[in-house]
Every structure is written in structure tokens, then in C-alpha cells.
């Protein structure tokens, strides 16, 4: 069996200590991107439904049909879009 001096295994430790911070830091990182991309995926998702109820309102208004359609957050996306649309 090969002898290391104090000094050697000193190195070893470092370089193992070094390789674990490193696979816990893609750990992290590699978390942290599927959380962001979660989080993409459920803004997108509702943004898609807020555009399709936004143009159905648009659609039956042109239609002269009366759609019930839940309250916009702000109150006034509906407003500029049946006005940009006019």
C-alpha cells in the first residue's frame, strides 16, 4: 500500500471536497432551472387562457352576442382591446 504524506492527503481531501461542492452546486442549478421552467409553463398557460377569453369577449361583441366572462385583474385589458379592435 502506497504511504501519502500528511500534505498528500491534505490534496486528496481538497479535490474530493472540491468535486462534491461541485456535483451539489449542477444540483442546484439544475433545480433551480426546473423550478424557473415551471413556473414559465404556468404563466404561459394562463396567459393563453386570459388571450382566449379576451377574444371570445372580442368575437361576441362583434357578434352583438352577450358572453359572460370573469372580471380581468386589472379592468381595463378588455376595455383596450374591444377599443383597439373598434
Known sequence: MTYFPPEGWVALSAIAAMGILAFLIVLA????????????????????RGYAERLAALRARESGAVVQVDADPDGDTIQRALKMAA
Not at 37 to 44: D, H, P, S
Open 29 to 48: 442549478r439544475m433545480s433551480e432551472s426546473s423550478r424557473a421552467m415551471t413556473r414559465l409553463r404556468i404563466e404561459a398557460a394562463e396567459l393563453r
